[in-house]
């Protein structure tokens, strides 16, 4: 089957379309929507433009669509891309990265079953801690781009995210009560290299200090190199 894969450049779009990988499906092209509001439902808004070098290191083309982010009309402006993809790639299915959100998964779900599409989810309700290490240790390598809990060092912002700091930022959420995954918009990633990548991203910036328990790493310059 051909299958199309909502893809944000982030470590759990990431690592589900790698998992879709080695179970063998046919990935044919990537959906990315570009919310206009940081505080879309469904969307991905940080470092969101440079999927388009991710897509390019995946060697995939991409459906990229700018959505105004309100709640309702985003749905719509998916439904379009979902649309096209299966118009001009003939895709049978859709890989989503859903982890606890019922309110993005149903209405993935609601869109494939309007065209008639399976749907490949398998990271939803997994143990975050579990997660979180399957990843890097999949070797996904991303960095933390955004930062938005408390007991969540800035330390970490723009840093390569080793095993070693998973298990560091697995005893913080414990502490201080986060989600380790950064479900619940604790931190946002870029996954700069993967299995699957042909190149891999090279990211040069500076880190901004918003708040005391907000930072952003401000990427300045991104290149794909070879690996």
């Given amino acids: 089957m051909k299958f199309c894969a909502l893809f944000s450049g982030g470590k759990d779009s990431t690592y589900v379309l790698h998992l879709a990988m080695l179970k063998g499906l046919e990935i044919t092209c990537l959906i990315t929507l570009k919310p206009l509001r940081e505080d879309s439902w469904m969307f991905h808004y940080p470092s969101i433009d440079f999927t388009k070098l991710q897509a390019k290191a995946l060697n995939l083309p991409q459906i990229f669509k700018v959505t105004s982010g309100v709640k309702g009309e985003e749905i719509k402006d998916l439904d379009r891309a979902v649309k096209e993809a299966t118009e001009k790639y003939n895709v049978e299915g859709i890989v989503v990265g859903a982890l606890l959100s019922d309110y993005q998964r149903m209405n993935v779900m609601m869109i494939a079953e309007k065209y008639g599409l399976e749907t490949y989810t398998p990271l939803w309700r997994k143990d975050q801690k579990e997660y979180i290490r399957d990843v890097v240790r999949h070797g996904i390598k991303f960095i933390i781009t955004e930062i938005n809990a408390f007991g969540l060092p800035m330390k970490f912002l723009g840093k390569e995210i080793t095993l070693k700091d998973v298990e560091e930022i697995i005893r913080y959420a414990e502490k201080y009560k ?34 005391e328990f907000s930072g952003r790493y401000v990427i300045e310059k991104v290149e794909l190199i070879d690996k």
């Fill in 178 to 211: 986060f989600n380790p995954a950064f479900e619940g918009g604790e931190a946002e990633t870029l996954v700069i290299d993967a299995p699957m990548f042909k190149k891999k991203l090279r990211v040069k910036g500076r880190i901004l200090r918003i708040s």
